[in-house]
């Protein structure tokens, strides 16, 4: 059993800033790649960053040098750092992680409910 749950969204103003946190929980041996994800109404759900376990990252052009995504191992947790906001950043964000449970092979991909960011005046 392994679940996810994002936390951290909420209504800012444009420019403004959020961090966003995923913590992963359950039968968890090792968490490979963990990523946030975004899907606002009537758009297709959108990759936003990644991370391995090493440390190494991706972001998608929209959001490079604003966006930072972090990791904790030790927490089973990420986060994302979102700054600058823009109104088209309003989205629902979700946490992916790509987990290989106790006992269980393969790894699979887990999905959060997802965290509501809104980007407004």
């Known amino acids: 059993q392994v679940q996810l749950v994002e936390s951290g969204g909420g209504l800012v103003q444009p420019g403004g800033s959020l961090r966003l946190s995923c913590a992963a929980s359950g039968s968890i041996f090792s968490i490979y790649v963990m990523a946030w994800y975004r899907q606002a109404p009537g758009n297709q759900r959108e990759l936003v960053a990644t991370i391995t376990r090493d440390g190494s990252t991706d972001y998608a052009d929209s959001v490079k040098g604003r966006f930072t995504i972090s990791r904790d191992n030790a927490k089973n947790t990420a986060y994302l750092q979102v700054n600058s906001l823009r109104p088209e950043d309003t989205a629902v964000y979700y946490c992916?992680?790509?987990?290989?449970?106790?006992?269980?092979?393969?790894?699979?991909?887990?999905w959060g409910q997802g965290t509501q960011v809104t980007v407004s005046s």
């Open positions: 992916n992680a790509n987990v290989q449970a106790w006992a269980a092979r393969p790894s699979r991909d887990y």
